[in-house]
């Protein structure tokens, strides 16, 4: 079976994100605006330059900065709010909360962006959803902790939803330039209050942290423009399988066994949403 650019790109985006937040659980000596600014910083050096090279516009097409912008603000919040997380909250945990933006993304874009839901979906989504819960639990549900990741995840959520309507005719280094500056200004200011110089690995660290993320945002762009965003959505829930590997290999974390069903279960709704999504677009080309 031949494998979409989409599903492709989504796929690698989500391992890339995985080793991001690894990057910044080994970090824990750093405050995190200067994580954040770190990783924005590489990043945004590194598309600039890009974008530069190419003769492509930075600010991008001007009926598409509103929605450039949204995606930049909201994505800001998403960075903020899941990196604080991380630092409160074992690896998978941190992650598995994460991968309620999917159910966001594809909520919101039914208003957002006229992309409905099919019956059968809502049912995958709540198989997809429900491995999540299993495969958390229950415990210190309203913990701070807890609540940075939700919140991290209805903007990572939202924020996708401003890149689906941002359209598929802009350069895919565009959207980056704005998901960098963002979190970029704004961990500018909070880190004059809470300043720390990096020694030693800490720098080969953030580096990776920046750089992977930089490929990363590349990735997720190309993903979206691609494929319908319910549908990509959808994909990222498979890196609680490398949240989980790494929590458990690189940090000792233990691994619950309710995680095993959970992480079936939501196996299983994504497949089947891939699955059906598939078949329904199979459909349409035939019907046209």
């Known amino acids: 079976m031949r494998v979409s650019p989409g599903i492709f790109y989504m796929l690698a985006s989500t391992a890339l994100l995985a080793l991001v937040n690894v990057a910044v659980k080994k970090l824990t000596d750093l405050p995190t605006a200067e994580i954040i600014f770190a ?40 960075i903020i709010l899941g990196f604080l997380a991380l630092k409160a909250l074992p690896l998978g945990a941190a992650a598995t909360l994460s991968y309620l933006a999917p159910v966001v993304t594809a909520v919101a874009a039914i208003w957002l962006i006229g992309e409905p839901l099919k019956p059968w979906q809502w049912l995958f989504y709540a198989m997809a959803v429900g491995g999540v819960v299993v495969a958390k639990g229950t415990a210190g549900l309203l913990s701070a902790g807890v609540l940075l990741g939700v919140g991290s995840a209805v903007s990572s959520g939202v924020s996708s939803v401003f890149l689906r309507r941002a359209g598929d005719k802009i350069a895919p280094l565009v959207p980056v330039f704005y998901f960098n500056v963002v979190p970029l200004a704004i961990s500018a200011v909070w880190m004059l ?39 990509v959505a959808a994909l990222d829930y498979l890196g609680l399988i490398y949240a989980t590997a790494l929590g458990y290999f690189v940090f000792g974390d233990k691994v619950k066994f309710s995680v095993y069903p959970g992480i079936a279960l939501l196996l299983v709704g994504v497949g089947l949403n891939a699955w059906y999504t598939s078949r329904q677009e199979q459909k349409k080309e035939t019907a046209s």
């Open 39 to 78: 990783r924005c910083l590489i990043s945004l050096v590194l598309t600039v330059w890009q974008l530069h090279r190419t003769d492509t516009p930075i600010l991008g097409p001007p009926k598409a900065r509103f929605n450039l912008l949204g995606r930049g603000v909201f994505g800001a919040g998403s």
């Open 193 to 231: 209050f809470d300043l720390k110089l990096p020694h030693g690995i800490e720098w080969a660290w953030l580096l990776l942290a920046g750089v992977f993320t930089h490929v990363a945002l590349w990735c997720v762009t190309h993903a979206f423009q691609k494929q319908q965003a319910n549908f």
